[in-house]
DNA sequence: AAAGATATTGACACTGTGTCAACTAAACAA
DNA sequence: TTGTTTAGTTGACACAGTGTCAATATCTTT
């Protein structure tokens, strides 16, 4: 209910601290990656002691998911988009432009997406907060198939939470090589076949 | 030219000492994972001294591509299966066939490749073997699709080697799932699920 | 200015890795 | 058989990184 903003020196200098811990990890681990980047880099390139970084942090990983909570947090946002096409047209138009949404925010977080996917499998807490990204995106994804069979305009022999995880899954793939620079065709055209395969393979028409 | 077979006591000696490092490493990667496990660990369960373990690996990581040397073997033979379908129905049993085959051989050898899965990204050189694995198959799949496309049974409007990646990536996220017992359907219903969708989308008629 | 509260610090204990000089044991030569 | 060479084994050591905590510094209040 009220907000303490409690501004004496001492609360201004340990935020200034903590924010310029956030600043050195989040270059170092842009130079140098996740893994390689140590207490002691981020402690020195901060001007702090080194229990100085465990006063805010509980360690690395804790600094990592501090970074990228907003990114993860606009993920989580975009899953839930209306969805509700009239026709087979329609809804590959609303798809396309969710897929260019989808890649284009990989691209250009890519830095941080970049050590966000590094960490994933290093750390537990950063792995289990992808996954709950995961299985959000493909709850709304059943959940517009789902809409899509019941308006006749998708094939209803297929389950939609398969479908849904099947479509999930080659987003998320094209999505890392968007990250790292690795794909071998434009956004654009990545957006385009995706959207063609699976529109014309799951709606009927 | 000349297969040295050496077998003098101290060669069946070093043999055995490099067997009994391998197994308990496989068994204590499958106990508690490839990262928990500890140097210390193996070399006290094979009954050797901690050096021993560094003269015949150069550390965990070349022990755990030793272990899995056959399974991804099996992986790249695998994508390598002829395929020249006459028709569309004949494509959709090969490609069946195929994911079923894909999928069969990650749940039997589940225990290795969850440990293969830790791996990839915690290793580099586990992850450029899996990478490779990837490459390859990729490589195969986009062959097909080209074969298809020219023999007039798959559209043509899409780019073959960007239709590849994303049927292999769906492919390759299942079966992590099925690697990790977490796939919400049976073996079955995902093959023909992904196979139906695949099939539908790309081939004519 | 003394006391109290809060923020900062680096030395320390701990875990794990990889190396290497010393050691042991088998094979061979005389 | 014994001495020598060669192959295989070993654990102590140096090193790198983590997380903790008692001591210290700094700010606020009385």
Redesign the interface.
């Known amino acids: 209910m009220t907000r303490e903003e409690i501004t004496d020196g001492r609360n201004l200098r340990s935020i200034a601290t903590k924010k310029r811990l956030l600043e050195a990890s989040k270059e170092l681990f842009y130079e140098n990656g996740f893994e390689k980047t140590t207490i002691t880099q981020i402690i020195k390139r901060a001007g702090t002691g080194y229990g100085t970084a465990y006063v805010y942090f509980k360690g690395k990983d804790e600094i990592l998911t501090s970074l990228i909570e907003d990114v993860m947090q606009e993920f989580l946002d975009m899953a839930n988009t209306p969805f509700a096409p009239a026709t087979k047209q329609e809804a590959k138009t609303l798809i396309h432009k969710q897929v260019l949404l989808f890649l284009n925010m990989a691209n250009e977080n890519h830095q941080i997406m970049k050590v966000f996917s ?1 960490a ?3 750390s537990s807490t950063v792995d289990s907060k992808w996954n709950e990204i995961r299985e959000t995106n493909i709850h709304y994804i059943t959940r517009d198939i789902t809409y899509s069979q019941s308006q006749g305009l998708a094939r209803t ?3 939609a ?3 849904a ?3 999930f ?2 987003n ?3 999505q890392w ?1 968007v990250v790292h620079k690795k794909n ?2 434009s956004i654009e ?2 957006a385009k ?2 959207t ?7 709606y009927i028409m």
Not at 196 to 202: A, C, E, P
């Open positions: 590094e994933i499998g290093l022999d297929l389950q939470n398969l479908v995880r099947f479509w899954f080659a998320e793939n094209y090589e071998t065709a055209e990545i076949t995706l063609d395969m699976y529109v014309d393979g799951l």
